[in-house]
């Protein structure tokens, strides 16, 4: 297991330089960020004094290597637009984020998982049909459409939620029940597929020959072997809210990460669109490798092939 669990380390540390990188070659994809920050109306001085002043000139080997230094510090950069350093305005904005993709995760598995496993039962069933619905229309319907018919239907016709911000814990309800009903669909149809699979195994058919009752044979046999993808997904799904959250953001005006993200665009704060996407994409990284150790501790089989 230790050895598994290093090779996993060691993946994931290649996996965040490679991230890191990529995060600091974008400032550089649009061309030159000096003339970005010094915006159209800038003149050719404006441009150089910018360079200058932000080490544009240095070779970029000298720059990512002190960019990367300074951000193992915990240093970030200052914000071009606003002047003050980046962590203090991502700190600020994060608690949003993290709330929002978590609830919405948790919100999805509860539904998730029993809705599979009941599906998996009775294939061609009602329930199974009704599973099927939620997947399609979880795929088919535009997130930023069904934000906006959850504003209208119970925010404006009904009154029974607030339609923007965050400042009480009913602002997280419509945003949480949008963004955890695009992420029902794939943990679903893994948790389906799955226990289709289990049930039909020599063990399971095995254990209900000794008159074991239909719910233990799915705690204690069929649910161990069959949530094994389902963790994997779970991660990857997890990911995808934490980082994917900017449309459900904009809709309900809620100032997390991915709306700083989208404004620090406009506003070409590159300093800070460059956090945000390592941190986030280090945060995926750390899920996967997480993800991995657990599959191995709940199928040990696993880590003789790591």
Request: glycine share 10%; aromatic share 8%; hydrophobic share 55%.
């Amino acid at each position: 297991m230790l050895s598994f669990i290093s090779k996993r380390l060691l993946v994931a540390l290649l996996v965040c330089v490679t991230v890191s990188a990529l995060s600091f070659g974008l400032m550089f994809v649009s061309g030159d960020p000096a003339i970005a920050i010094a915006g159209t109306g800038g003149r050719a001085e404006d441009a150089e004094a910018i360079r200058l002043a932000y080490g544009f000139d240095r070779p970029l080997v000298v720059q990512y290597l002190d960019w990367i230094g300074s951000a193992l510090t915990g240093n970030l950069g200052q914000s071009i637009y606003f002047n003050v350093p980046v962590t203090e305005i991502i700190g600020n904005r994060a608690g949003v984020t993290l709330a929002l993709g978590f609830i919405s995760f948790l919100v999805a598995l509860v539904i998730a998982v029993p809705l599979g496993v009941a599906a998996a039962l009775r294939p061609n069933g009602w329930i199974d049909r009704l599973a099927l619905v939620i997947a399609v229309s979880g795929q088919a319907i535009p997130s930023f459409w069904l934000g906006l018919m959850a504003i209208v239907v119970f925010g404006v016709w009904y009154g029974w939620v607030p339609i923007s911000g965050a400042d009480t814990w009913q602002g997280y309800i419509l945003p949480v029940i949008v963004l955890s009903y695009y992420a029902i669909p794939e943990l679903m149809r893994i948790t389906r597929s799955g226990m289709i699979d289990v049930l039909a195994m020599d063990y399971v058919r095995a254990a209900k020959a000794k008159g074991l009752p239909m719910h233990l044979v799915i705690s204690r046999h069929a649910l161990r072997n069959a949530v094994l993808p389902l963790v994997s997904l779970a991660a990857v799904q997890l990911g995808q809210l934490l980082s994917g959250s900017i449309v459900i953001e904009s809709v309900f005006a809620l100032n997390g990460l991915g709306r700083l993200a989208w404004e620090s665009l406009l506003r070409s704060d590159l300093p800070v669109v460059q956090a945000i996407i390592l941190i986030l994409s280090l945060l995926y990284v750390l899920l996967t490798m997480l993800a991995d150790i657990l599959n191995a501790v709940l199928d040990p089989r696993l880590r003789g092939g790591s």
